[in-house]
Every structure is written in structure tokens, then in C-alpha cells.
Nanobody
Framework: QVQLIESGGGLVQAGGSLKLSCAAS????????MGWFRQAPGKEREFVAT????????NYADSVKGRATISRDNAKNTVYLQMNSLKPEDTATYYC?????????????????WGQGTQVTVSS
């Protein structure tokens, strides 16, 4: 069982930056691929980024590529999402997710474990 707790969301002006964190419980953090997803009101949950178990490989949605960086610290059981040049369309609840196995899945249904979400609001 993996429990995830996100933090770091908030209100930011367009063009600003935020760094989201996700702390994971358990001793198997280095065995799980991690991801960030987001969901805006009235929209489906969508893929943002994933990172491999070692942290050596990452994958990004086209909508955030070049503006987002996912990273992890296996010693701290934590994954991060640095978002720069934020746009109003980035406004959403951001969710941390985890799965055993391959990191290349972008469908939320592939991820078994989820945090409660953290709100990011970007004002224009």
C-alpha cells in the first residue's frame, strides 16, 4: 500500500512558478514509478508528467513540455513538479500518482495509488 500527500499548490499570477511536492509512505518508494496528473473543473483528469523509479527517465505532456520538470528524491520518498511560466489554462487540481512497473503509461487508470490533490490557480 502506498499513501501519497501533495503540497505546494496555491494562487499565482500568469508567468509565475510553483513547486509541488508529493510525499509517499512505505519502504518501496524506489520501486514505484511516479506521476503527476491534473483535473480542471468539468474536464477529465489528464496526464502531466511521469518519472521512472530511479529518476533517470521522464515523460511530459506536450502542454507542459519545456515549462515543467518532474524529479524525485528516493531518500526522502518525495516526488516534485516544478512548473514555470504558468498560464491560466494550467489552473487545476494537481494529483500525485504511483504505480508499480513501467512509467510510460499516461492513462490515469494505469495508476493504482493517488493523493488527495492540491489546487493550483493561475490568475491572468
Amino acid at each position: 500500500q502506498v499513501q501519497l500527500i501533495e503540497s505546494g499548490g496555491g494562487l499565482v499570477q500568469a508567468g509565475g512558478s510553483l513547486k509541488l511536492s508529493c510525499a509517499a509512505s512505505g519502504r518501496t518508494f524506489s520501486s514505484i514509478a511516479m506521476g503527476w496528473f491534473r483535473q480542471a473543473p468539468g474536464k477529465e483528469r489528464e496526464f502531466v508528467a511521469t518519472i521512472s523509479r530511479s529518476g533517470g527517465t521522464t515523460n511530459y505532456a506536450d502542454s507542459v513540455k519545456g515549462r515543467a520538470t518532474i524529479s524525485r528524491d528516493n531518500a526522502k520518498n518525495t516526488v516534485y513538479l516544478q512548473m514555470n511560466s504558468l498560464k491560466p489554462e494550467d489552473t487545476a487540481t494537481y494529483y500525485c500518482a504511483a504505480k508499480y512497473g513501467d512509467m510510460w503509461y499516461t492513462n490515469p487508470s494505469a495508476f493504482a495509488y493517488w493523493g488527495q490533490g492540491t489546487q493550483v490557480t493561475v490568475s491572468s
